[in-house]
C-alpha cells in the first residue's frame, strides 16, 4: 500500500497556488457540480445575455475551478468524470489509444458532445480511439487533457441535446470550458501522488498569471505533467507452455514470469502554454485567446518471444509504441454593439499531429531477407486540422409580450482536414515491424470537407413566468449536402420555488474524417487485424459503400426546486433516438484458429486485406478486419439528479451537500444487415461484445454523494460515488462462445483535506479511490478460453470499469495565497 508517509515525502517539492484576493476563493463557491450557484450567470444552453444558472431553460451543471482541484486528478477529463454524473471516461486503452482517453456523455459517444472553449469550437484530435473497450471506438472529439486546469474560471456541461444551437454534432450535450480573465494576482501549483501499488507517479506543476487592467488583460498559463507507468496485469501465461518450460533461457529473464507489462497506464509527459487576452476600444471589444501542448507518450506492446528475433534480440523484447504530439489552438474575434445590435465576429484555427514511432521492435521479414532489422521504426503520422469562422448578432426586441424578443442569428464557415502519412520502408516491408506495423502508401493520404451553416433562435416571455425558445439550423457539407436540424425549449415557473422545463430536437452529424478514412493494421504474437478505411476500395471489396450522416430525436422534461432556503434541485428526463449510429464492427474473420484447427472463414476478407496492400504473416493464427458502418439504431433514456443543500454550522463552519445522480440505459433498436460477402462467412456487423460495448459496458446508474466541510482554515471534501453494475459479452476463445462478464457494483470514496497554515499558505493531502477498490476479475472461463487459444493472460480485471483499473491514486499539494 503506497502510504500517507511516502505521499508526504512526495509532496515535499509539491504544490504552490497563488490566487489574488479578487478571486474566487474555495468558500465562495458552491460546490462540485452544482444546483445551488443559482446567481452564477451561464452563455452555455442560451442565446440571452445575463442568464443565470437558476433560470436556464436547459439543464446546465456549473463546474469551477476549486471542484476541479479538489477531485485530485491532473487531468480536466479525469476530474470532470468525479463530477458529472453523466459522464463516463474510457479507463484503459491500447496502443495509441491509451495515451488519450474518450468520454462518453449520456450514454452516447465522444463524437456526440460538442466541445467549446469559451463559447468557440474546439479542434478533434487526430489520434482516433481504435480499441473497441467499453464503447469509446471511433471517438475523435477534442481532446481535453491539452486545456490545462489552472487556466480555467468553471466548466459549463450542457446535458441536452443542442445541434440547433451551436452545430449539427451536439446530440448528447455541450462541454464548454470558461477561461479565466483576471487581470492581476496568479497561480502556481505543483502536485505529486502515486497510485496504492507504488507506480504511476506523477508530479506536475502550473503557473497562471493575469496581467493589465479591466480594460485590458493578459492571462497565461503553463503546466508542466509527468506520469509513469503503471501496470495491474498478472504473470504471461505463455511462459507455463510446456514449449517454454523446456527452454532453461526464459527463467533467466529480467522480470519472469512477469514478461508483459502492457496492462496499465501509458507513460507521457506534457506541456502546456495557454493564454486569454482582452483589449476594450470602447465600444468595441478584441479578444483572443489559445492555447499550444506538447506530449511524448510511450505504450508498451505484447511481450515477444526469444524466436521473433533471435540475433537482435536473444531475451525476447518488448515493443513499445511512442506519440511525439502537438497540438495547437488560437482564437482572436471583436465584439461589440451597433444600432442596438450585440455582435460577435471569430475564427478559430486548431491543428493536432502524432508522430508515432515503434521502438525496441523488429521487422522479422527483413531478418528472414537480409538477416538483420532496424529496432527503431517511424511507423507514420496522423494529422488533423479545423478553421472555423463565426458571426453571431443578437438584440432584444419589445413587442408588447411580459419580456422583450430576443432575436438571435448567426453563420458558420468550417474547413476540416485529415491525414494519414507513410511510415518509413522498414516499419511497412512485407509483414511490418512487430506490433504496429508501419502505414502503408495506400493507408497515406489527406482528406478534406467544407461546412457552412445558419442558424435562428427566437426566445421570449410571451406572458410572466413562461419562456419559450426556438432555434433552427441549416448546414451544407461539401460531402453530404445538405440538413435541417431544429429544437423548441420551455420553462414555467409556477412559483419562485417550483419550475417546469422541456426540450424537443433534432440533430444531424455528419461522420469524421477520421471514421471515414483511418486504415491501420496492428499484430500480435499470433494475430494480425487490420483497420479497412469505410470509404475505401477495399472495403467496398466486401460489400461495405462508404459511411451515411447519423440523425437524432432528443426529448426532455425537468423540474426546478427550491422548497426551502439553501436547498436546490433539478430533475431532468430524458429520452435520445439515434439512426444509423456509426460504430466500428466487431471482429470479422477471414483466418481464425478453431479447436487448433487453421480455418478459412472468408476468403472476401483475406482478399480485401491484400487489396488494402497488407501481407499475412503466415505464421499468425488468425486475420481480421474491421471498419466503421452504420450499424445500429439506438434510444437511450435516462434521469439526471442534482440536489445542492448549504447547511450552516455552530462556530462559523460550514457543510455543503450535494447529491449528483444518472440513471440511463442505451438499448439497440435496430442492427444493420450486413453486407453479402460478410453475411456468406456466418458473420455479422456487430457481435454480442460489439453490442454490449455500446449497451451495458457503462453502468446503468452513477450516484455521488459530495460533502465539503469548511471552518477557519480547514476543507475537507469527501465523496462517495456508487457505481451500477457494468457487463460485456466477450468470446476469450475466438470461436464465438461468448461469456458475460460483469463488473460488479462499487462504492469508490475520494477525500480530500486542506488546511490553510497561514492566510498565504496551505497544505492538502487526499486520495481518489481511498479505499483502493479494483474492478472484478475476468470471468474463469472466458479467461480459460483465452488461454487456450495461445492468450497471454495478462488481463485479469474487466478494463472496462468505469472507476478504473489501477485501484487507489494519493497525493499531496502545498497552497500559497496572496
Known sequence: MFTIVRVALLASAMSTTIVHATDRKPSDTASAATADGSDDIVVTGTRLTGTRAADSPAPIQLVDSSSLVRTGQPGLVQALNRIVPSLNVQAFGGDASNLKLSLRLRGLS???????????????????????????????????????????????????????????????????????????????????????????????????????????????????????????GGPDQRVFTAANRANPALPLIPGYPHLNRIYGDSKYELSLLSYNAGLDLGGVELYSFGNYGHRFGQSRQNYRFPN????????????????????????????????????????????????????????????????TSPTDFHVGDFVASQWSNTLDISRPIEIGLAGPLNVAIGAEYRQESYGIRAGDAPSRYKTGVQAYPGFALTDAGTHRRRNVAAYVDLAAEPVARLQLDAAGRFEHFSDFGDTRVGKLTARYDTSPALALRGTISTGFRAPTLAEEYYSATKVSPTSAGVNLPANGAAARLLGITGLRPEKSTNVSAGLVLRPAHRLNATLDLYRIDLRDWIVSTGTVYGLQTINGVRTVRSQAVTDAIIANGNVIDQTVTSTSISTFVNGADSRTKGVDLVVNYDLPLPGSATLDLTLMGNYGRTRLTKLAAPSPQIAASGQRYLDLTAISYLETAAPDYKLSLDNVFRKDGWAIDLRGTLYGPSSAWIDGGGTSNFVRNVVDKALIVDLDIHYAITSTIGISIGANNLFNVYPTKVDPITYAAGLAAGGNGVATTNNWAPFGINGGYYYSNLTIKF
Open 308 to 371: 521473433i528475433a533471435p540475433t537482435l534480440w536473444p531475451q525476447g523484447f518488448t515493443p513499445v509504441l511512442t506519440d511525439d504530439e502537438d497540438d495547437l489552438s488560437v482564437t482572436g474575434g471583436a465584439r461589440g454593439e451597433l444600432a442596438g445590435w450585440h455582435w460577435d465576429l471569430a475564427s478559430t484555427y486548431g491543428k493536432d499531429i502524432n508522430r508515432i514511432r515503434n521502438i525496441h521492435s523488429a521487422n522479422s521479414s527483413l531478418i528472414a531477407d537480409t538477416g
Open 110 to 232: 465522444a463524437n456526440h458532445a460538442l466541445i467549446l472553449i469559451d463559447g468557440k469550437r474546439r479542434h478533434g484530435t487526430s489520434n482516433l480511439t481504435v480499441a473497441t473497450t467499453g464503447g469509446f471506438v471511433g471517438a475523435a472529439a477534442a481532446d481535453l487533457s491539452f486545456i490545462p486546469v489552472s487556466a480555467i474560471d468553471h466548466v459549463e456541461v450542457l446535458t441536452d441535446g443542442a445541434a440547433a444551437q451551436y452545430g449539427t454534432d451536439a446530440i448528447a450535450g455541450v462541454i464548454n470550458v470558461i477561461l479565466k480573465k483576471n487581470h492581476r494576482g496568479g497561480l502556481l501549483t505543483a502536485t505529486g501522488g502515486a497510485y496504492g501499488e507504488g507506480d504511476g507517479e506523477t508530479l506536475g506543476g502550473a503557473a497562471n498569471i493575469g496581467l493589465g487592467s479591466s480594460s485590458a488583460f493578459l492571462n497565461v498559463t503553463g503546466e508542466h505533467r509527468y506520469h509513469d507507468y503503471s501496470d495491474r
